[in-house]
Nanobody
Framework: VQVVESGGGLVQPGGSLRLSCAAS????????MGWYRQAPGKQRELVAD???????KYADSVKGRFTISRDNAKNTVYLQMNSLKSEDTAVYYC?????????????WGQGTQVTVSS
């Protein structure tokens, strides 16, 4: 199984970015998919997650600015980030809860850097 993120980069404060994450390989089903981030010197934190039935959860710091969505047919999750702030700067990681037929396990992507700076 591979989990691959894309879409990070440098953006000015107030700008937008869209992250994508695709899971591939021998996949029976995917339950939850989510985005986490880790800023320098800080612990990794949940940004948003979404279950297969489209139930979502957001960190308080991103509510109203970020939107998570998924395409189950493509095993892909997206994170639309609007009104970005400097404090959103971090490495963003995708997590997928994948069942290969032997129960669910968490798989992580390699991370994509998001830098918000003028």
């Amino acid at each position: 199984v591979q989990v691959v993120e894309s879409g990070g980069g440098l953006v000015q404060p107030g700008g937008s970015l869209r992250l994508s994450c695709a899971a591939s390989g021998s996949i029976f089903s995917i339950h939850g998919m989510g985005w986490y981030r880790q800023a320098p010197g800080k612990q990794r934190e949940l940004v948003a997650d979404i279950l297969a039935g489209s139930s979502t959860k957001y960190a308080d710091s991103v509510k109203g600015r970020f939107t998570i969505s998924r395409d189950n047919a493509k095993n892909t999750v997206y994170l639309q980030m609007n009104s970005l702030k400097s404090e959103d700067t971090a490495v963003y990681y995708c997590m997928a809860e994948i069942d290969q037929g032997l129960g669910y396990k968490h798989y992580w992507g390699q991370g994509t850097q998001v830098t918000v700076s003028s």
